[in-house]
């Protein structure tokens, strides 16, 4: 959803805009620009494509000056062209700016800017920002006066990075239901869309709110509401990130490694979690009307969270897209009720604004968030973290089995305390979530058996990927996965649904890939098979069950594990899988099309 960062210090701005901006090209990569100021004048370089092909092509290390700011796009209004690529200016050129977010009222306010005699260059709704500043220039005391008017005309979200050339000491960046953070160096200091971006410098970072706006000097910055003009107070809170974390480390992309860290992932999500789980197990006891709201890959996880809940904690927790519940749960909401929002990023803009519904309407929140400081850790009343570390691959691999993880943690220690399962059963559970790690060790040991198994199928056009209970969540996750990055066609669904459609689409050799730990339904899911098989199905099974080798085209055999875990083992395999189909057919991994990690726009 575009991501933007700024500079201004001693060093050359450009180089630190142009690293940041590869660090930051998770959240969108349809074009590139940078701007930099040096003795009053404003040097723009922009245009369509990655910053890789990029950097060079428009020489953006070349720019002179120690202060600046730059952009990657995913674009929204307006074609992913060279003209649509930000920076944006006014008429005199002298305000430049970046934009991750959407004005809503921008037409509106285009038309009332044309009249007076503004001419635009893109088709973007970004640069009617540029323009109104301009305007409100015309007859504002300073910049900021000018700045401040400006915002308070736009609806819509926004983070912004401006730089006034007739300023040459600040530059201004601005948050309203966009990321924004600044870094803080010494004689230095950074803003972006996420921390990634300025590790390199410091590790310190100030969280920006919702109606901020920030002056960035190299010596430090102020905070201001940008409705009431009142200076804010912000904590400076240290990352523990470290860059080599955000680093490929040797593996061709960040997708790969993000599969291969899970062991560690799932790890650090136990033992981050062990101390505090069961205080906020006590606090979540007493609700019984609960929500569980999320998207994309964080939705399945809320599916799986969904079985754990009902199996362990005899709670039955209703499920929703957090895009549905959003403009769906006014009126079913109130004190007794608990809403868990499931996010990576913490800044998904459905989930977030289902968390803002719930408080509104008194409701208990509670977040399951990858991203320290992120809005949605700021806005819940509960916070429990995955500690997955930064997941910089557009496709969630990590930071769902980590959701899992929690999940799983949280619905133990909820039945512990409302004595809703026997307790040797929730020991046992407790004993196998920490062999966990070992047992995904194991699992990612099929990863030569999967790509031989991609060169097979890199031309098929469908997937069928079934699962009954808790396996559903896998079958829906699987699909995604191969969805999103190999640009395959898949659909998952609960295997008993096989039968009431999705079975005339199975013909001679159509992969149909079943998730089948043993369990509850291991008997039901074999018939399955046995379904789309007659159907001359190309069978794909995971499971512990022998059984499972008779009946398939490819079995692949999984550690034995609790059904209830078994999600956190089987989508490894899936993830493989989906990453190698997707390396095969050419395409980049990590920055599918069309797509982008944090969709911080509705
Ligand atoms: C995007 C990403 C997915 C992610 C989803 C929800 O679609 O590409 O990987 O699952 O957003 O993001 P969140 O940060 O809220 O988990």
């Known amino acids: 959803m575009c991501g933007i960062i700024g500079y201004i210090g001693d060093r050359k701005a450009c180089d630190v805009i142009v690293s940041g901006l590869k660090r930051l090209e998770y959240r969108g990569y349809d074009s590139v620009g940078v701007v930099t100021e040096n003795g009053g004048t404003l040097h723009i370089r922009k245009g369509a494509g990655k910053i890789g092909e990029l950097e060079k092509k428009l020489g953006l290390s070349e720019l002179p000056g120690t ?37 809503e009222n921008y037409l509106e306010l285009k ?91 410091t590790n310190r970072a100030v969280f920006i709110d919702d109606g901020e706006y920030v002056i960035l000097s190299k010596e430090g910055y102020i905070v201001k509401d940008f409705r009431t003009g ?48 069961a205080d906020i197990a006590e606090e979540i006891a007493g609700y019984d009307k609960i929500f569980i709201v999320a998207m994309g890959t964080s939705y399945h996880a809320a599916i799986a969270g969904k079985y754990l809940f009902q199996r362990l904690a005899r709670k039955v927790p209703v499920v929703e897209e957090a895009s549905e519940f959003r403009y769906e749960a006014e009126g079913l909401l109130d004190e007794n009720t608990l809403v868990i929002a499931i996010t990576q990023s913490g800044e998904t803009a459905d989930t977030l604004a289902a968390i803002k519904l719930a408080k509104r309407n008194g409701a208990k929140t509670l977040s399951i968030v990858n991203v320290v400081g992120s809005m949605a850790t700021r806005i819940s009343d509960l916070v429990l973290y995955t500690h997955a570390g930064p997941e910089i691959g557009v496709a969630a691999t990590k930071t769902y089995t980590t959701q899992l993880t929690v999940l799983a943690m949280l619905a133990i220690a909820l039945a512990r305390h409302l004595g809703t399962a026997d307790e040797q059963l929730l020991n046992a559970l407790e004993k196998r979530l920490y062999e966990l790690p070992d047992l995904i060790a194991e699992a990612l040991k099929h990863e030569e058996n999967l790509k031989e ?18 396996s559903v969540a896998t079958a829906l996750e699987g699909a995604l996965k191969l969805k999103e990055i190999s640009y395959i066609h898949a659909e998952g669904l609960s295997a008993g649904e096989l039968k009431h459609g999705p079975l005339a689409l199975i013909e001679d050799s159509v992969p149909v890939v079943a998730v089948a730990p043993s369990g509850r339904t291991f008997d039901k899911i074999v018939s399955n098979i046995e379904e789309a098989k007659a159907r001359k199905g190309f069978i794909i099974s ?61």
């Not at 040797?250 to 560690?264: A, D, R, S, T, V």
């Not at 198994?453 to 997937?463: H, N, S, V």
């Not at 980049?588 to 069309?594: F, G, I, T």
Request: charged share 25%.
């Open 542 to 602: 995971l499971g512990d069950n022998d059984e499972l080798m008779k009946i398939s085209d490819v079995f692949i055999r999984m550690p034995e594990v609790d059904e209830l875990l078994s999600p956190i083992l089987y989508v490894v395999p899936l993830q493989l899988l989906a990453y190698h189909l997707a390396v095969l057919r050419g395409n980049d991994p990590d920055k599918p099309r069309n797509l982008a990690k944090s969709v911080t726009v509705e």
């Open 453 to 470: 198994l991609a060169e097979a199928l890199r031309d098929r056009k469908d997937f069928f990927y079934i699962g009954r209970g808790i």
């Open 230 to 277: 009142e200076v804010r107070e912000k904590d400076v809170h240290t990352i523990e990130w470290s860059l080599k974390m955000a680093e490929k480390q040797g593996y061709p992309h960040f997708m790969l490694k993000e599969i291969h860290e899970q062991p560690k992932a799932v790890k650090e999500a136990i033992y981050g979690n062990a101390e505090g789980i």
């Open 111 to 201: 038309e009332e800017l044309l009249k007076r005699g503004h001419i635009f260059k893109s088709d973007t709704d970004t640069e009617v920002i540029a323009h109104l500043i301009e305007e409100e220039l015309k007859t504002a005391a300073n910049f900021e006066e000018a700045l401040r008017r400006a915002l308070n005309r736009l609806k819509g979200s926004f983070a912004l990075g401006i730089i006034y050339s007739g300023d040459g000491e600040h530059l201004y960046f601005v948050r309203n239901e966009s990321p924004l953070v600044l870094g803080i160096g010494k004689g230095e200091m950074f803003a972006a869309s996420d921390v990634p971006a300025f590790l390199p410098y």
């Open 67 to 103: 202060r600046g700011i730059g952009h990657t796009r995913w674009a929204t209004h307006g074609i992913p062209d060279d003209t649509n690529a930000h920076p944006h200016t006014d008429c005199t050129g002298r305000i430049a700016l970046v934009h991750n977010g959407i004005i």
